[in-house]
T-cell receptor, first 109, second 114 residues
Framework: QKEVEQNSGPLSVPEGAIASLNCTYS??????FFWYRQYSGKSPELIMS????GDKEDGRFTAQLNKASQYVSLLIRDSQPSDSATYLC?????????FGKGTSLLVTP | SAVISQKPSRDICQRGTSLTIQCQVD?????MFWYRQQPGQSLTLIAT?????????ESGFVIDKFPISRPNLTFSTLTVSNMSPEDSSIYLC???????????FGAGTRLSVL
């Protein structure tokens, strides 16, 4: 079973704080990882991809990957109320993405 | 990236009928995927559609219930057949562009079966 685990939340952070979202995966064959943001009633939107161990930064977002620990995280700096959404972690192995159940993030003004 | 147009955006259907969902990509993609997302749940892959070959279905999904067509590299359809209220869900299509592992999603079809 290729599982991707996420804490469902909700994770509540104040505006301007750093939001930290975490994900673990079971398939050591997973080669690449993705974070999608999904607003209520909308489809998933790709926000970050990461392929190698370490950090990858894009604007306010930083993705971190530790393949030895089978751990992926997403940091959102200077969180804004518009960041309130469900964040889906996905791992790619073979031909398809395996999605976690998502973490609900609430950024309070 | 890619723009994926999906229609209808929503529909209300009667039990026992069928609905065909269309997915159009603005560029050629090797593989297209169909997902189902139950309320408050994550995405469950229904099947993978390659052009010129039969779709590959995941465990728990069968071709008779969810027939898929993939006539070319930019278009695919999913039919939900003989619907029951349990089929009420959001159906999403996606395609992989750029690297083979990156997927972009259509806006989804919100299906309600009465």
């Amino acid at each position: 079973q290729k599982e991707v685990e996420q804490n469902s939340g909700p994770l509540s952070v104040p505006e301007g704080a750093i939001a930290s979202l975490n994900c673990t995966y079971s398939d050591r064959g997973s080669q690449s990882f993705f974070w999608y943001r999904q607003y209520s009633g909308k489809s998933p939107e790709l926000i970050m991809s990461i392929y190698s161990n370490g950090d990858k930064e894009d604007g306010r977002f930083t993705a971190q990957l530790n393949k030895a620990s089978q751990y992926v995280s997403l940091l959102i700096r200077d969180s804004q109320p518009s960041d309130s959404a469900t964040y889906l972690c996905a791992g790619f192995s073979g031909y398809a993405l395996n999605f976690g159940k998502g973490t609900s993030l609430l950024v309070t003004p | 990236s890619a723009v994926i147009s999906q229609k209808p955006s929503r529909d209300i259907c009667q039990r026992g009928t069928s609905l065909t969902i269309q997915c159009q990509v603005d560029s050629q993609v090797t593989m297209m995927f169909w997902y189902r997302q139950q309320p408050g749940q994550s995405l469950t892959l229904i099947a993978t559609a390659n052009q010129g070959s039969e779709a590959t279905y995941e465990s728990g999904f069968v071709i008779d219930k969810f027939p898929i067509s993939r006539p070319n590299l930019t278009f695919s359809t999913l039919t939900v057949s003989n619907m029951s209220p349990e089929d009420s869900s959001i159906y999403l299509c996606s395609g992989n562009v750029d690297r083979g592992d990156i997927q972009y999603f259509g806006a989804g079809t919100r299906l309600s079966v009465l």
